[in-house]
């Protein structure tokens, strides 16, 4: 086991430890700053010595990655097993308890921690099923402890197995094709979209991806898609082009539909806009 006091790491320490920048250049960056690691080690629960583990009001967050054997955890909610490969995340204040299923213990790896960002990550408490790359941030991190890895590089090691789990939850995953497919529309938007096929190419559903899309732009699909197309032909307007020309650039075979929703989206006629403009 390592211990320590306070071993507290801000964002920019936290990504000079990590052997790319990019590995927290997310949206859970800011909540993982002001993490402070308090001890992690490995442990092996085997009978006679005792199968059940329980925390009435733990002071500090546990997360747990199961290396081999099955877990029952009982916390507020239904009981669930964590088996070979999860992890459980165990917030601060939320009493639990967690046995073997069979009787035949189990290892893991453990980490007590202090994060006050950890809510806003948006990762569910009790059992985790980490994607690929956070499966590789946990083997990292368990590879820094048996090596007798320092203080900061835990930490960070720590940070980063946080974001990769963060950023595997279903909602950070169709966040991340929303803004994928907004910039691709941004890009194209004279092209024909089938956005339904989109999502579903993306393992998303159409529903899914509306939700994310409007969540990440503020606007529907339809509305994104009608905003990139004003934008292609306001920059034909900026240029000194005609209304016409600006309508047939943004896809628009009449220029009077293409005024009306220019007029609607920037306040003010295109012919107007342009002249302000030049």
């Known amino acids: 086991m390592i211990s320590m006091?306070?071993?507290?790491?801000?964002?920019?320490?936290?990504?000079?430890?990590?052997?790319s920048r990019r590995e927290l250049a997310r949206p859970a960056a800011a909540a993982i700053a002001g993490l402070r690691l308090i001890a992690v080690g490995s442990n092996r629960i085997e009978p006679p010595r005792g199968q059940v583990?329980?925390?009435?009001?733990?002071?500090?967050?546990?997360?747990?990655?199961?290396?081999?054997?099955?877990?029952?955890?009982r916390e507020p909610g239904p009981p669930r097993i964590a088996g070979s490969g999860d992890a459980l995340l165990l917030p601060a204040g939320r009493p639990h308890r967690y046995a073997s299923t069979d009787g035949r213990g189990w290892r893991a790896l453990w980490i007590v921690f202090d994060c006050p960002g950890l809510d806003e990550l948006g990762l569910a408490a009790g059992v985790l099923h980490p994607s690929s790359a956070a499966a590789r941030?946990?083997?990292?991190?368990?590879?820094?402890?048996?090596?007798?890895?320092?203080?900061?590089r835990l930490a960070a090691a720590l940070a980063v197995l946080l974001a990769e789990l963060a950023a595997g939850t279903p909602t950070a995953r169709a966040d991340r094709i929303a803004d994928e497919i907004a910039q691709r529309l941004r890009n194209d938007p004279l092209r024909h979209w089938d956005l339904p096929g989109e999502a579903a190419a993306a393992g998303l559903s159409w529903s899914a991806l509306r939700q994310a899309l409007r969540r990440r732009t503020g606007l529907a699909p339809e509305r994104l898609l009608r905003a990139a197309r004003l934008e292609r032909g306001a920059s034909?307007?900026?240029?000194?082009?005609?209304?016409?020309?600006a309508a047939s650039a943004a896809g628009f075979a009449?220029?009077?539909h293409f005024s009306r929703l220019f007029r609607r989206?920037?306040?003010?006629?295109?012919?107007?806009?342009r002249d302000s403009a030049g």
């Open 137 to 152: 941030a946990c083997a990292g991190l368990a590879g820094l402890v048996a090596s007798g890895g320092t203080g900061p």
């Open 265 to 273: 989206a920037y306040g003010v006629a295109p012919r107007s806009w």
């Open 5 to 19: 006091d306070s071993m507290a790491l801000d964002l920019d320490v936290m990504t000079r430890l990590t052997s």
């Open 53 to 73: 583990l329980r925390r009435d009001r733990p002071a500090e967050s546990h997360l747990s990655w199961i290396v081999h054997g099955e877990v029952l955890l």
């Open 236 to 245: 034909v307007l900026m240029q000194g082009g005609s209304v016409g020309s």
């Open 254 to 256: 009449d220029p009077f």
